[in-house]
């Protein structure tokens, strides 16, 4: 993060302030003489510099310059300190000492302070320093630019000595604490008993064993993590890299959660304005990830308990601090193994943006297991109750713009939400803010799934759009899958089921600002197309000759009706709008039957109502079916209406539409009534419309 960046830069800034206070203390003889002088040349660099206590030499067990109740702060905020430290002490060695050289030989820091903070405005304290220090560069630069040259007049050399020489054998911080604090966030963070020891940090000396543990504390944290850093480090020559050999890191928490991060190989540059290299290599080992979760606050459990137990991450990072990359990369979670690579590309201008990529390859997932345990199911009013009072969530529209990012997985089988899926494919690209979906490819009982869209979040408000298609899917497997549920059937009542094989086609898309707005927006039109299809528990055909039989006064067939309806050459359109779709051009055929219709579906009320058409075509519904002896009940479309609510559909729903009835009724009773009583057809048919209209509706209710 940048404020990471920023403050340890400012921190460098801090030590070799430090170095250069030592080496003026060491030029004289009473130290605190220079106290204002001190005091002034960090003023000018925009720093308030207090010196509470004395300034003077320490001779057992080491010679060191010591500093006591050393203070800095931004000059702007002097009241704010941003280094606080009880005691600084620079030891020496002795013999250059005598030579007026003077060589650093080990520096202890007891109880330093650091506190960095961001205001409301998402200004750092340490900002107030670093830009005081980068106008004060400017400055000079300037002045150095308008003033003449000076004549270029030989001098006799001269001999001379002293200056300061960095020659670290040891390194001691104890007691230190750094807090961050964001006023903007809300947030605080603190590293406590910081403890450092450090031994030969001698540039292209031997390397030398560094020692770092500290508490981490922080608003996201409830138990504060413990951190245990050993390293054995090598300094090159000119402070031009670092050799680790290799660096061990270790974070336990509280809750008995072990991450464990291992660092073999160096970094390094060629000059100090070279962009660094990096060649490491890194072995990752965190279990349990939920013991984790749980020391971040965080409440989520898995429903498999062998799920989120192990971590497994090994990768060689190489490339430079704009760019890095991680090939081969090998991801082990719970067991399941992925491979690829990833990498990192930093912003290369004012107006370009950092990117990142993955590709991953695996073999079987199971999600479900990752997912949260399944809750009861709400009772429908509840459920209609949690829906109306539920609130649009606004979409995170700025921060799914700034970066560029791409994404490949394959798995070769997912097992998700009840789904079995074969050899899922993902490809996602995104260009700060577009969010193309180029493939999304899988095997889905027994057929195949392909889709395409993209994602626009660059605006005051997103627009998407999605196209693709299933084809040959089992459409029993996906009911079960989406609509399983563990209570007994009734006894009276079999759930309404749908098999065979079908196809879809869709195309939609959207816009909003909110999830809520995007569900409103929402238009698609989908079109089915079904060879073979099967709807249970009611049969269609035995419903139809139970209305010609009693309208003929001829008797049913005796014969077993199976519960079920096949519907062949099943085609229907379907447009999406909002919350309600509309199916049209619904036609199918029933053995001899004829089926036509149209409906809506409403998925915020969670109902349905389709007006169906059943009309035979020739003398028999089917070969073992009835036969119709009157021509004028053939290719007439008979009025079906199926109307319930999702949790009520079953066997009862589909009977014949009322609405339309008393139409049908009308008509052939006329028919009838002009062929026999010619001028009296008006009053004979309305008494015939009486006394048949009752037994017409209870038709569909008998049971032979």
Do not use: H
């Given at each position: 993060?940048?404020?990471?960046?920023?403050?340890?830069?400012?921190?460098?800034?801090?030590?070799?302030?430090?170095?250069?206070?030592?080496?003026?203390?060491?030029?004289?003889?009473?130290?605190?003489?220079?106290?204002?002088?001190?005091?002034?040349?960090?003023?000018?660099?925009?720093?308030?510099?207090?010196?509470?206590?004395?300034?003077?030499?320490?001779?057992?067990?080491?010679?060191?310059?010591?500093?006591?109740?050393?203070?800095?702060?931004?000059?702007?905020?002097?009241?704010?300190?941003?280094?606080?430290?009880?005691?600084?002490?620079?030891?020496?060695?002795?013999?250059?000492?005598?030579?007026?050289?003077?060589?650093?030989?080990?520096?202890?820091?007891?109880?330093?302070?650091?506190?960095?903070?961001?205001?409301?405005?998402?200004?750092?304290?340490?900002?107030?320093?670093?830009?005081?220090?980068?106008?004060?560069?400017?400055?000079?630069?300037?002045?150095?630019?308008?003033?003449?040259?000076?004549?270029?007049?030989?001098?006799?050399?001269?001999?001379?000595?002293?200056?300061?020489?960095?020659?670290?054998?040891?390194?001691?911080?104890?007691?230190?604490?750094?807090?961050?604090?964001?006023?903007?966030?809300?947030?605080?963070?603190?590293?406590?008993?910081?403890r450092i020891t450090a031994d030969n940090l001698v540039p292209g000396g031997k390397p030398g064993d560094v020692r770092l543990s500290a508490e981490l504390a922080g608003s996201d944290l409830p138990e504060p993590v413990s951190l245990d850093i050993r390293s054995t480090l090598a300094i090159d020559d000119g402070l031009h890299g670092l050799r680790l050999q290799p660096a061990n890191i270790k974070l336990t928490s509280a809750e008995g959660a072990k991450a464990e991060i291992n660092l073999r190989g160096n970094v390094r540059h060629a000059k100090a304005d070279a962009p660094w290299q990096i060649q490491l290599n890194l072995n990752v080992e965190v279990e349990p990830i939920t013991s984790w979760l749980a020391a971040v606050g965080s409440e989520y459990k898995p429903q498999s308990s062998s799920a989120l137990k192990t971590l497994h991450i090994e990768s060689d990072i190489s490339?430079?601090?704009?760019?890095?990359?991680?090939?081969?990369?090998?991801?082990?979670?719970?067991?399941?193994?992925?491979?690829?690579?990833?990498?990192?590309?930093?912003?290369?201008?004012?107006?370009?943006?950092?990117?990142?990529?993955?590709?991953?390859?695996?073999?079987?997932?199971?999600?479900?297991?990752?997912?949260?345990?399944?809750?009861?199911?709400?009772?429908?009013d509840e459920l209609s109750a949690d829906v109306a009072a539920a609130q649009p969530v606004e979409l995170p529209l700025e921060s799914m713009r700034g970066f560029n990012a791409k994404l490949d997985l394959t798995l070769k089988k997912l097992h998700a939400l009840d789904f079995e899926i074969d050899k899922p494919e993902l490809a996602v690209n995104v260009n700060n803010g577009l969010y193309q979906l180029n493939k999304l490819a899988a095997g889905l009982y027994g057929g195949t799934l392909n889709?395409?869209?993209?994602?626009?979040?660059?605006?005051?408000?997103?627009?998407?759009?999605?196209?693709?298609?299933?084809?040959?899917?089992?459409?029993?497997?996906?009911?079960?899958?989406?609509?399983?549920?563990?209570?007994?059937?009734?006894?009276?009542?079999?759930?309404?089921?749908?098999?065979?094989?079908?196809?879809?086609?869709?195309?939609?898309?959207?816009?909003?600002?909110?999830?809520?707005?995007?569900?409103?927006?929402?238009?698609?039109?989908?079109?089915?197309?079904?060879?073979?299809?099967?709807?249970?528990?009611?049969?269609?055909?035995?419903?139809?000759?139970?209305?010609?039989?009693?309208?003929?006064k001829t008797a049913m067939p005796e014969r077993e009706w199976p519960q079920q309806t096949r519907l062949q050459d099943l085609r229907a359109g379907i447009n999406l709008n909002g919350d309600v779709a509309k199916v049209e051009g619904i036609n199918a055929g029933i053995e001899n039957i004829a089926l036509t219709g149209d409906g809506t579906v409403n998925l915020e009320q969670q109902d349905f109502d389709f007006a169906l058409g059943l009309a035979l075509v020739g003398e028999k519904t089917s070969g073992n079916g009835c036969s119709v002896q009157n021509e004028r009940w053939r290719n007439r479309a008979l009025p079906l209406r199926c109307k319930a609510k999702f949790s009520e559909a079953g066997a009862t729903t589909c009977k014949p539409d009322s609405r339309r009835l008393d139409d049908l009724i009308r008509e052939e009773l006329k028919y009838k009534a002009e062929k026999k009583y010619g001028d009296k057809v008006e009053k004979k048919t309305e008494e015939l419309k009486d006394k048949l209209k009752d037994k017409f509706k209870g038709l569909f209710n008998r049971d032979d």
């Open positions: 993060m940048a404020w990471i960046k920023r403050g340890l830069i400012t921190l460098v800034i801090l030590f070799a302030l430090f170095a250069g206070v030592v080496a003026w203390f060491l030029s004289g003889v009473d130290a605190n003489q220079y106290k204002p002088k001190i005091v002034q040349l960090a003023a000018e660099q925009g720093i308030a510099l207090t010196l509470d206590g004395d300034i003077g030499w320490q001779i057992w067990p080491n010679v060191a310059l010591k500093l006591e109740g050393v203070k800095l702060a931004p000059l702007a905020l002097p009241s704010e300190s941003l280094l606080e430290a009880d005691k600084v002490a620079v030891g020496v060695a002795l013999m250059p000492l005598l030579d007026k050289r003077i060589e650093a030989k080990e520096i202890v820091l007891l109880g330093p302070q650091v506190a960095l903070t961001v205001d409301k405005n998402g200004k750092g304290n340490w900002e107030l320093i670093t830009d005081a220090m980068e106008a004060k560069a400017e400055l000079d630069e300037k002045q150095q630019r308008e003033t003449p040259p000076p004549l270029d007049i030989p001098k006799e050399e001269k001999q001379t000595s002293g200056g300061l020489e960095l020659a670290l054998e040891k390194l001691r911080l104890e007691d230190g604490v750094l807090r961050y604090t964001d006023r903007q966030a809300g947030t605080e963070y603190a590293i406590n008993k910081l490339g430079t601090d704009k760019q890095m990359s991680l090939e081969p990369l090998q991801l082990t979670l719970d067991g399941n193994r992925f491979d690829g690579s990833a990498s990192y590309q930093a912003s290369t201008s004012a107006k370009a943006v950092p990117s990142v990529s993955l590709t991953l390859n695996g073999g079987e997932l199971n999600v479900d297991d990752y997912l949260p345990p399944p809750v009861a199911a709400p009772q429908q889709s395409t869209g993209v994602f626009n979040a660059r605006g005051d408000s997103a627009r998407g759009e999605l196209s693709g298609g299933l084809s040959g899917v089992e459409i029993s497997k996906v009911q079960e899958a989406l609509f399983a549920s563990d209570e007994p059937e009734a006894a009276d009542q079999k759930k309404v089921t749908l098999s065979g094989k079908t196809d879809l086609t869709w195309v939609g898309q959207t816009r909003g600002a909110d999830t809520l707005a995007l569900q409103k927006n929402l238009r698609a039109a989908v079109q089915l197309n079904a060879a073979e299809l099967a709807l249970s528990p009611f049969n269609l055909e035995k419903g139809m000759c139970q209305l010609v039989s009693y309208a003929e």
